[in-house]
């Protein structure tokens, strides 16, 4: 099995390559060959059991997709985007990357089937985000709720689920869209991301450095950890898509917290020496943006399928502990 994942050096894509570099199979056959791409390359790799190729590329330029899929991958996770802050700061790069880039690779497929006879048909799986919901809200959002986004990201999203029910309809792809929550606790170092402060409130007082908190501690949103991101895109990998129908995006299981109470969970587990090491600098971009996010799901079809969250905030804090810290 080939696979290609594009947006590797990112966080998920880091760690869903560690967990295919450790399992050395993928929906239960063994990957013969991965590519990694990025708009910057990955790192190596200690002792892959598959041959891997790096590639630092952009997937707005006119010759990257066509490249891309011309080895014709059995898998394609595509990850890359532009995120929820910058997309919003930056409206052409974040169209011509979140749209034009994804829906180039969408083409991409589309041609090389059509040179393959109509024998190629990969299964794609593409990250979608819960910023295609606007407000008002109800209560929980269930999977009827109407997709309309209230950001550049989210109605980037958006059109991009479109694009990849279409493509799957047609038959070029077997394509499912993964709604993620926040991912939370990010490791590394801030990014742009508007979301950014929900990691940034746990992992900077973990690491003892200062955390801002933008916003008032009665927001509330829906969180997932990085564990459970990678398992729901291997579980993408072996789900029987036609049970999708033409609905092919999923509302995912995820935490419903406010950060009151991510700080009483990190707070229970490091104490208040490092709760003190949050800052409140309220930021009134930030505040517009997030009060436009959804807050609470009820993802019944994606349980339904087999996708299962954390079971609490205070996993994701130990888990982030575990993998990051070292315990």
Known sequence: MKV????????????????????????GRAITHAHLVDVV??????????????????????????????????????????????????FDKGYAINVGGTHAIFEAIR?????????????????????????????KIGDEFLSAPLTSYGTQKAICELLLADFSRRGFFDGIGLRLPTICVRPGLPNKAASGFFSGIIREPLAGKEAILPVGEDVRHWHASPRAAVEFLLRATELDLSLLGARRSLNLPGLSVTVGEQ?????????????????????????????????????????????????????????????????
């Open 111 to 139: 041609r090389e089937q059509a040179l393959a006879g109509g024998a190629y048909r990969p299964r794609l799986i593409f990250t979608s985000s819960i910023a295609v919901y606007g407000a008002p809200f109800p209560d």
């Open 263 to 327: 700080i009483e969970a990190l707070r229970a587990i490091a104490g208040d020496k490092t709760v003190a090491l949050i800052r409140r600098e309220p930021d009134e971009t930030i505040i517009r943006i997030v009060a436009g996010w959804a807050r609470d799901f009820d993802p019944a079809r994606a349980k339904g399928l087999g996708f299962q969250a954390d079971a609490n905030f205070s996993a994701i804090i130990k888990a982030h502990i575990e993998d990051e810290l070292n315990g």
């Open 4 to 27: 290609l994942i594009i947006g590797a050096a990112g966080m998920i894509g880091r760690k869903l390559t560690a967990r295919l570099v450790r399992d050395g199979t993928l929906a």
């Open 41 to 90: 390359a990955p790192q190596p790799l200690a002792n892959p059991p598959f041959p891997v190729a790096l590639d630092a590329f952009d997937i707005a330029a006119p010759y990257v997709a066509p490249k891309l899929v011309a080895p014709r991958p059995d898998i394609i996770f595509l990850l890359a985007s532009v995120v929820s802050g910058e997309a919003e700061a930056d």
